[in-house]
């Protein structure tokens, strides 16, 4: 099991959900992912699981976590909107 290095756990802020002002989102690469979890220990706002699936919620598009992959096995993409 992966320890959670995050102190605070992610919740809705009074202006709503934090992902909603993002202007880049992470997309993992599942064939990539070696399931190391340096993602998730990196991850400013704990939003990453121990599945390693992206709370997109919370994300604020940082791209620390797309850095930090050993396998490139993220990448940020730019949002729709």
Not at 21 to 47: S, Y
Request: net charge negative.
């Amino acid at each position: 099991m992966r320890e959670r290095l995050a102190i605070s756990r992610p919740t809705e802020a009074s202006s709503g959900k934090t992902g909603s002002w993002r202007t880049f989102r992470p997309e993992v690469d599942r064939e990539q992912c070696n399931a190391c979890g340096l993602c998730a220990q990196f991850c400013p706002d704990g939003v990453i699981d121990q599945e390693l699936v992206i709370d997109l919620d919370f994300c604020k598009g940082c791209g620390i976590c797309a850095a930090e992959c050993p396998k490139k096995a993220i990448t940020m993409v730019r949002e729709d909107r």
